[in-house]
């Protein structure tokens, strides 16, 4: 092992870290660089960061799943431990004097009278071979810098407006590139007259291969009526969407791969039936459905490419430089090690949208001009109709009461679609988008159901409540009629949707105050110090709910994963039975992300993470038909405006000394339950469809429920 | 076909031989290499690349060169430098009002025309001034306790 592919000291004064994990907006880079100044003693100003890339920093797999301090805060923590320990000893060496004796500031170190510093100790060398986990990380106590809101290290550049995304990129002798994509996935371009386009000022290419279409010009506005005029005269054979109104009775009707989850995990196996137990007083269904939702990225994707000498060079705002390297080299039928791919950030989704897939696009047009680098950008139609979506979703809860008013028997059944198709290096097959298309295509691989921990479609299914009986089934739907993939939170959030509005639902059968009822069935003392913090921060009005008079309030809850952040959430609101309008009013966060880094950093996530819940809960749903997909702006994917947006106050429970948790989509299940909540004590319906629109709230309004 | 086109960017100058129907946002990111404002639609729908035209904070990502060739355009790189930040910058900074930063530019700008309207404004006020912004990472508050903190500050 070795301490030199994540640190670098420097003759100057500074600390390089090689971070392979990549800023995606929520904040990692400055996170890390608090843990490993911390450990190093050193001022946090000596920090410099060096971001993900193929040639500089190590091998990592994807920026996700809320992994990212988990995995190489303590990958740093430990290598900056080990490094301090061997820099002491080295200067105990120096000086003459006994480690003891040596008292260590911000990399200066002295025993008394003489002293040395890490710079003349290390300067620019490596450290080699050493032996991993020499060095004693420090214990919580004995952080200064952990725990302290320090300013993010990227956002000085942003809020300046000097460049900071790939899309600002400048290189020299740059083109612009753009794409024309087909009305559908399974559509092929019959005919094109290139000319037209060829023709055009600036225009230095067509690329044509098999029905991937796209075009470069010398600047970026001739790329742009370039591959407008292309758009007008292109020919498609097209293979019809269905439409989504369709889309739960579709999703129903398909054939499934069914697994009966244990503890968070699918077994192998026959599904046992649901059977009411002998005990039951009182049973009770319901049915939640979740539609597919859009990360849509407030910039669309970008990625700039160069090939020159038979070498790909890619600049990418990919959430996995390494697999996205591996996936271009293999879909090009190139060696890894002709490609490299640098990071450069890009607007925040949270998730996997496009990025990746951009970059092939872009591969593709860098190498019908080599030596020219190319920066490519999806138009705002490309971002919204091409991006991978988050997946739909319907639950089917069956739960019965016992004469106690307990829960003695918990069935959940969630059937949805993939929600894992990033790309990766594989034969014959590829998940980048462009690859279907060309005229040798690499059709997308099979879905495949995942069988991890709290995976797709089974993340958060199983609730962290102490039931008397459980029975959590996952229905795998391969093919679904959109391409789909990772957003913030995966099944979470219409499991926790399900779990959580059905928690309420028999509280209210039994009139018991949901939160009371939810303790009752919850052993976990982290989990019900989320709960009880949210409801305090919040001024929670106690007692039945449902017979409100337009206002209510309601509260959600989990444990991401059942293994990382804590979260409870309230939200007040005030629907208008006139108009159907659901006004969000205030909203209390509780959340327990363990040992917090950056409490201000955390707080940033758990506030985002449910303002964006808030804004799929209310207002999103990918629209489709059989010309494609028809949500393809702003205003046909509406989403939370500013004026809709509600407070939001966070209450962190601090646990110094214990594991730090994974924070950045531990909101996005809580969030639409604790809404439906809030509207049920509001006015006396209980809405099970995202997104509560106006026309769903007036409908459930008038029907008796 | 280009033409020659004046355009006063930040106080200087500039003679261009351009295509006088492009774009404005792609002539100041790409001939004058001003990055702040952003593509975010083309369609004037999300605000991400507002700029200031004779300060009105206005899109400029579907206004042609042509039609504002006589105006005092200011973007973000002209309110305030890396060493020298406006206070509304200063204030994003102080409350964090960013995650991924991409919306961050044209809030900045559409809060400078509201200031310099109204230097007390309300929640509500705010709100309704940022009404054609998007923000995808729910940093919404924070942007709002940003432009109160700025006005505070410019008020003194």
């Given at each position: 092992m070795s301490i030199d592919p994540l640190i670098r000291f420097s003759t100057d004064g500074h600390v390089t870290l090689m971070i392979a994990h990549v800023e995606i907006g929520q904040g990692i880079l400055t996170a890390v660089a608090q843990i490993a100044a911390d450990e190093l003693d050193i001022n946090f100003t000596r920090i410099l960061v060096e971001r993900a890339d193929t040639e500089r920093t190590p091998t990592a797999s994807y920026t996700s799943g809320s992994n990212s301090i988990q995995i190489i805060g303590s990958a740093f923590r430990q290598a900056a431990a080990d490094a301090r320990h061997l820099l002491l000893a080295k200067a105990a060496a120096a000086l003459q004097a006994p480690v003891e004796s040596l008292r260590l500031t911000d990399g200066t170190i002295t025993d008394g009278e003489k002293e040395t510093t890490y710079w003349a100790l290390q300067g620019d060398q490596l450290f080699g071979e050493t032996e991993l986990g020499v060095g004693q990380p420090k214990s919580s106590e004995e952080y200064t810098l952990v725990g302290q809101p320090i300013p993010r290290l990227d956002l000085p550049a942003k809020i300046a407006g000097t460049p900071s995304f790939v899309h600002d990129l400048c290189l020299p002798d740059m083109v612009h590139g753009r794409v024309i994509r087909p009305p559908t996935y399974a559509s092929t371009l019959e005919s094109i007259d290139e000319n037209t386009a060829a023709s055009l000022p600036g225009v230095i290419a067509v690329v044509r291969d098999g029905s991937f279409l796209g075009v470069l010009a010398e600047r970026e506005e001739q790329a742009e009526k370039a591959a407008e005029a292309l758009r007008q005269n292109a020919r498609w054979h097209v293979q019809p969407l269905p439409a989504y109104e369709s889309l739960y009775t579709d999703l129903l009707a398909k054939t499934s791969q069914d697994f009966l989850v244990?503890?968070?995990?699918?077994?192998?196996?026959?599904?046992?039936?649901?059977?009411?137990?002998?005990?039951?007083?009182?049973?009770?269904?319901?049915?939640?459905?979740?539609?597919?939702?859009?990360?849509?990225?407030?910039?669309?994707?970008?990625?700039?490419?160069?090939?020159?000498?038979?070498?790909?060079?890619?600049?990418?705002?990919?959430?996995?430089?390494?697999?996205?390297?591996?996936?271009?080299?293999?879909?090009?039928?190139?060696?890894?090690?002709?490609?490299?791919?640098?990071?450069?950030?890009?607007?925040?989704?949270?998730?996997?949208?496009?990025?990746?897939?951009?970059?092939?696009?872009?591969?593709?047009?860098?190498?019908?001009?080599?030596?020219?680098?190319?920066?490519?950008?999806?138009?705002?139609?490309?971002?919204?109709g091409w991006e991978a979506y988050g997946s739909a979703m319907l639950v089917k809860t069956q739960a019965s009461l016992d004469e106690h008013g307990q829960i003695c028997d918990w069935n959940h059944d969630a059937w949805s679609y993939t929600h894992s198709s990033r790309p990766r290096p594989m034969a014959g097959a590829s998940n980048l988008l462009a690859a279907r298309y060309r005229e040798k295509p690499l059709p997308p691989p099979t879905p495949k159901p995942g069988k991890g921990s709290h995976g797709g479609i089974h993340r958060n299914a199983d609730p962290l409540y102490a039931f008397a009986r459980r029975r959590v089934v996952k229905h795998f739907v391969p093919d679904s009629p959109l391409h789909t993939s990772a957003l913030r939170g995966l099944g979470a959030v219409g499991n926790v949707f399900a779990i959580e509005s059905f928690m309420d639902e028999l509280a209210t059968a039994i009139k018991a105050d949901p939160i009371e009822f939810r303790l009752r069935h919850l052993d976990d003392p982290r989990a019900r110090a989320v709960i009880e913090a949210a409801a305090q921060e919040a001024n929670w009005r106690s007692g039945r709910r449902g017979n409100g008079q337009g206002r209510g309030q309601g509260l959600g809850f989990a444990q991401y994963k059942n293994a990382k952040c804590y979260v409870a959430v309230v939200f007040d609101v005030e629907v208008d039975t006139a108009s159907g309008q659901i006004h969000l009013t205030n909203t209390a966060i509780a959340g327990d992300a363990g040992q917090i880094i950056n409490p201000d950093g955390l707080a940033n996530q758990l506030e985002g993470g449910v303002l964006q819940a808030a804004s799929w809960t209310l207002k999103e749903q990918v629209h489709y038909g059989p010309d494609g997909v028809t949500s393809r702006d702003w205003d046909t994917y509406p989403v939370l405006r500013f004026a809709e947006i509600p407070p939001v106050s966070v209450k962190l429970l601090d646990q110094p000394g214990a594991p730090s948790l994974g924070s950045g989509e531990a909101t996005q299940g809580p969030t639409p339950a604790a809404i439906a909540n809030a509207v049920f004590d509001a006015v006396g319906v209980r809405l099970r469809e995202m997104p509560f629109t106006p026309e769903r709230v007036k409908a459930a309004l008038t029907q008796p429920q | 076909m280009t033409a020659t086109i004046e355009l006063k960017v930040n106080g200087q100058n500039h003679h261009l031989d351009v295509d006088p129907d492009a774009p404005l946002l792609l002539i100041l990111r790409n001939n004058l290499g001003l990055k702040a404002a952003k593509f975010g639609c083309g369609l004037e729908q999300c605000g991400a690349c507002k700029i200031l035209v004779d300060g009105q904070a206005v899109p400029s990502c579907a206004t042609p060169l042509s039609?504002?060739?006589?105006?005092?355009?200011?973007?973000?790189?002209?309110?305030?430098?890396?060493?020298?930040?406006?206070?509304?910058?200063?204030?994003?900074?102080?409350?964090?009002?960013?995650?991924?930063?991409?919306?961050?530019?044209?809030?900045?700008?559409?809060?400078?025309?509201?200031l310099d309207k109204n230097l007390q404004p309300s929640r509500a006020e705010i709100c309704e001034a940022l009404d054609a912004h998007i923000c995808r990472c729910g940093t919404h508050n924070r942007i709002i306790c940003a432009i109160q903190r700025a006005a505070s500050e410019m008020a003194r």
């Open positions: 244990v503890d968070g995990v699918p077994q192998d196996g026959p599904v046992p039936p649901i059977e009411t137990p002998a005990n039951a007083v009182q049973t009770l269904e319901a049915t939640y459905r979740k539609p597919y939702h859009m990360h849509a990225a407030l910039g669309p994707a970008a990625a700039a490419a160069l090939w020159q000498d038979e070498h790909l060079n890619v600049w990418s705002h990919t959430q996995g430089v390494y697999p996205l390297r591996g996936s271009l080299a293999s879909a090009l039928d190139l060696d890894d090690n002709q490609v490299r791919v640098q990071h450069l950030e890009g607007p925040g989704c949270y998730g996997h949208n496009g990025a990746d897939d951009v970059a092939l696009d872009a591969a593709l047009l860098a190498r019908a001009r080599p030596g020219r680098p190319v920066l490519l950008k999806w138009s705002r139609a490309d971002e919204h | 039609a504002v060739a006589n105006a005092d355009i200011t973007t973000l790189e002209g309110l305030g430098t890396p060493a020298n930040l406006h206070p509304l910058q200063r204030a994003f900074l102080a409350e964090q009002a960013a995650q991924c930063g991409y919306c961050t530019a044209g809030l900045i700008i559409t809060a400078k025309a509201l």
